[in-house]
């Protein structure tokens, strides 16, 4: 890999309370897992570095709150991100039904209505039975025990 070419890219994480968001992160970036994670308050960003084509890439991941009460001020957080994942957990209806609600306040914060924007729909804690948000593209629910539990 060349150093030199290395290109960095800002993601946002944002969805509801509770749905799994910075387990999910610290999965990704450090391959551990922890019953115990506070309530993010505002932001906290992770890297990782990816090879794509033999260059680097630095991805810049940013966790953000899901409290309502943080909601305007995660949402200065938005500005100058590159993609943006939306997150939900599949045992709370609820924080599904409340994506519409987070994309469209982040593309009003971002860009203009008319531009496509990379955006990924995530659902969250797909190893817990109790399951409130159908399974759709084939998606299984592998029904692991709770203390098993990975993000």
Known sequence: ????????????????????????????????????????????????????????????????????RFRSMVSTFYKGSDGCVLAFDVTDRESFESLDNWRDDFLEKVIPREQDFPMVVLGNKIDICDRQVRELLGTRCCCLPHASRRA
């Open 1 to 68: 890999m060349d150093a030199s070419k290395k290109v960095d890219l800002k993601i946002i994480i944002i969805g509801a309370l509770g749905v799994g968001k910075t387990s999910l992160l610290h999965q990704y970036v450090h391959k551990t897992f922890y019953e115990d994670y506070r309530t993010t308050l505002g932001a906290s960003i992770l890297t990782k570095v990816l090879a794509v084509d033999n260059t680097p890439l630095k991805l810049q991941i940013w966790d953000t709150g899901g409290q309502e």
